[in-house]
């Protein structure tokens, strides 16, 4: 009855029976809600998500990690790494019927360059030139492998200058009502409420997209968007990571899930250690605490076995994770042996000492629920566990980023090419006081820090992926940080749904492909 | 000093009393906007997060945010949100519409649920639906009300599944004026009943004992020896009378109704200032919310105005002796 494409039984029936659902809609329900729409200078899902259905980019990616034509017909590195060239493809249009020029690309990678929290994809970009309207010519310090991912739509949304260049980009009106030369027009954004796409019929891709409206609707939490599809209300909820939800989404009549796509995000969940406080500045105490947690028990019971293992400080699915690694297989008696060593003796009731424990506030699994397995666990080994809940964001946030506390677990997101996720979390010159997600460990070792540098600028792949592996092996060796699990990060559909987002880069990607089955 | 001047004073020093709490209250909390941007960001680097503090002014000592902020509000600006850089009256605007049918529903359906059980009971006090009436709504008010909500969300919205889940509207659309309405309403009608749940106990429980305080008064028993209905005695004579404490409540309860409201709405996803004063507090956003606060206090303070014309409708004997009465109590 939904989706009835028939005409004649649409004009039997009356137009309010069958109301919107002659033409191809999709209501996708999120928790998230974007404070602006403008991926150029808002990284994150909840803007990425409808950033890049508004907005297209120079290259988009495939599954495999292979990048693929989008605005850019084609590109060329030069021998010695130092410019990259695009070709841009001809006819491409913004949504006002502007055309999309060199100049707009030129543009778009500055305004990322200058505003975009993750400094480090377009770091080394010295100049842009564009010799004609449809070449673009990106020169460098040095050879920078990362630049073609950060060439993605989920990085660098092309602009159009006209609109984007006027006064300072962060107070444009523009942000919130966002018009690019991506699959979908902007129609209306209700604050934290809804957010209203409509189909580009002029998208410079032929034959797509196929959906002719993309309504999101903002849940104010998980329980209620899964009611709401369990209904029927909603035909796409993308990046679901509580358990339970995904769970009863997964029982429930007329809904799929899929966990396909998504590495590229690459969200590591991670107990994080404050290195420079007793006794945690000690890599046997650290070891013995990765020992003594039972994987398996972790990844299938509490985590319903929707997570996948993640042993190291690149995501497991990418191509430059080595699975040549120090994998802490359970074992509580080398805890045991390990705190011995490292001169924890136990007290007359078998106490070691007290190890407080934050966790992010927002997910009960990864979360609340890990540390009370963590207390029981720990317990064994003489460890006493106390948790220290925060009751939102910003007071864990600001706990954390100024090095106030033992140990916290943490979801830490890869954003593909280490050099944009990875390196911030390890490189000892990313030591910064108040700031979250920066090496609030205070993890340094000189080697690691020698590895990442020579590999962020290694042009041969086969050898930046060498160093990448040891620097794995060391990292996983000094423990500065237990790895957990990816977030199990779900998207779930109504049956007949088709064409999903399954690149790395999951629904952070464009849904031109996206369609109802006939 | 005129009442009329006195009045306006206290009004405009009570909105400064609320401004200035509020504004320190929520510096209180730990972390700031920028804090939550950066969350939702997934980490930035030292110098966009001090460029951002220091076009927020939050790298300004906590007295002179105070000022500037208390020298805008004077003239009428109430700031741009941190989160959404967008102008908070236009925000507020968008969400204040949602939150007066919500607030104007719960009152409407407690008032009258409320007063016709305490009639009710009032005249059979020691009848079988007293008693089932007095449990309900003991249990109404004593269960929290996210709870509440919840439960109505299982069983009308997910095992019988008679209404919407969520929002105020269904997003896929809706054909003309009358059938927006109706949608609206059957949207409208889980949030309602939820919100009322909490006062209809309290309006049933004061309508009975005020009715039972009227009932036995000289003039009843006059309208009962002349004749007249009972029917006309409690409707035309006594519920006049009895009525006067529930009103006052309705005035008074106004504060309560929106801080319920801030749970219903989100429990329901409703679209208001409740659900999106409770965002602000998490996303640390001042401006947005300081300005629900100031303007919620408003509405507080003229619904009480409202309450004291109201009586004086009622009943015409109150008038400025009693209000000088509470002016002296306040």
Known sequence: MKFLRSTALAALLGAAAVGASAEETLIVGTVNTPSNLNGAIQSGIATAMVSTQIFASPLRYDANWNPQPYLAESWETSEDGLTVTLHLVEGATFHDGTPVTAEDVAFSIETVKENHPFTTMLAPVTSVDTPDDRTVVIHLSHPHPALLLAMSPVFLPVLPEHIYGEGPIRENPANLAPIGSGPFKFVEYTKGEVIRLEKNEDFFLEGYPKLDKVIFQ????????????????????????????????????????????????GPINWLAFNTKRAPYDDKRVRQAIGYAINKDFYLNRLLGGYAHDQTGPIINSSPLSTDDVNHYDFDLAKAEELLDEAGLVPDADGTRFTMVVDYSPGSV??????????????????IDVEARPSPDFPTWAQRVGNWDFDVTQDAVFNWGDPVIGVNRTYMSDNIRKGVIWSNTQQYSNPKVDELLTAAATETDPAKRAALYAEFQKIVVEDAPVIFLSDLPYTEAYKDGLEGLPTTIWGPAAPWDQMHWAE | MPPLMSRFLSF????????????????????????????????????????????????????????????KILTGNFGFSYYFREPVLTLILDRLPATIILVMASVLISVTLGTLMGIYSARRPRGILSHLVTIFSLAGYSAPVFWTGLMLLILFASTFPIFPV??????????????????????????????????????????????????????IRTARAKGLSERRVIYGHALRNGLIPVVTMVGLQMGQLMAGAVLVETVFNWPGLGRLAYESILRRDY??????LFFSAMLVMVANILTDLAYARIDPRIGTRRRKRRGAKT
């Not at chain 1, 699994?365 to 003489?382: A, K, P």
């Not at chain 2, 400064?16 to 510096?27: E, K, M, R």
């Not at chain 2, 401006?287 to 629900?292: D, F, G, V, W």
């Open chain 2, 287 to 292: 401006p947005t919310l300081l300005a629900i």
């Open chain 1, 365 to 382: 699994d990864t979360g609340r629920n890990f540390v009370e397995y963590l207390r029981s666990q720990l317990r064994q080994i003489g």
């Open chain 2, 166 to 219: 969520s929002g105020m509207t269904n997003v896929r659309g809706t054909d003309g004026v009358v059938a927006h309405m109706l949608d609206v309403a059957h949207h409208l009608v889980l949030p309602a009943v939820t919100l009322a749940s909490i006062y209809i106990a309290l309006y049933s429980r004061l309508a009975r004992a005020s009715m039972l305080d009227v009932l036995g008064a000289d003039y």
């Open chain 2, 12 to 71: 405009a020093g009570l909105l400064l009393a609320v401004v200035v709490l509020n504004f320190l209250l929520i510096q209180l909390a730990p972390g700031d906007p920028v804090s939550v941007i950066v969350g939702e960001m997934g980490g930035a680097s030292e110098e966009v997060i001090a460029a951002m503090r220091a076009e927020y002014g939050l790298d300004k000592p906590v007295v002179v945010q105070l000022a500037i902020y208390i020298g």
């Open chain 1, 218 to 265: 903002i849940f104010s939490d998980e329980p209620n968007l899964t009611l709401a599809m369990e209904r029927g209300d909603v035909d796409y909820a993308p990046f679901l990571s509580d358990v339970r939800t995904i769970q009863r989404l997964d029982k429930a009549e007329g809904v799929s899930i899929t966990t396909e796509g998504g590495d590229g995000i």
